[in-house]
Nanobody, 129 residues
Framework: QVELVESGGGLVQPGGSLRLSCAAS????????TGWYRQAAGNQREVVAR???????????DYAESVKGRFTISRDSANNTLWLQMNNLKPEDTAVYYC???????????????????WGQGTQVTVSS
């Protein structure tokens, strides 16, 4: 059974920093993307930063324009851990942050595996003075 658990959220003043962590447990067979999303009150969930598999073993990294230069995503694949270092936080970064793992489909027909989307429970980040 897959479980994603986020931690590290909280209240921080503008200009401050936070580091979010995501610990994933369970078995994965075909991870396509691993990343962080956020959802502010009244808004749709949006991608913040994400690793996308390119080929067999390589991954590209993408960031939302609004966080480029301020946020850094990193991971420890061996231990299924994901982090998001957030610096120079702004009030508009206030949201619930979610960890996500997306597995692509393997095979076709009745014995196909996936696709699957796994989400954590979310961690609140509030940036306010």
């Amino acid at each position: 059974q897959v479980e994603l658990v986020e931690s590290g959220g909280g209240l921080v003043q503008p200009g401050g920093s936070l580091r979010l962590s995501c610990a994933a447990s369970g078995s994965f067979y075909n991870i396509d993307t691993t990343g962080w999303y956020r959802q502010a009150a009244g808004n749709q969930r949006e991608v913040v930063a994400r690793f996308t598999r390119v080929g067999e073993t390589d991954y590209s990294t993408d960031y939302a324009e609004s966080v480029k230069g301020r946020f850094t995503i990193s991971r420890d694949s061996a231990n299924n851990t994901l982090w998001l270092q957030m610096n120079n936080l702004k009030p508009e970064d206030t949201a619930v942050y979610y960890c996500n793992i997306h597995e692509g489909q393997l095979g076709n027909g009745p014995y196909a595996y996936g696709p699957y989307d796994y989400w954590g429970q979310g961690t609140q980040v509030t940036v306010s003075s």
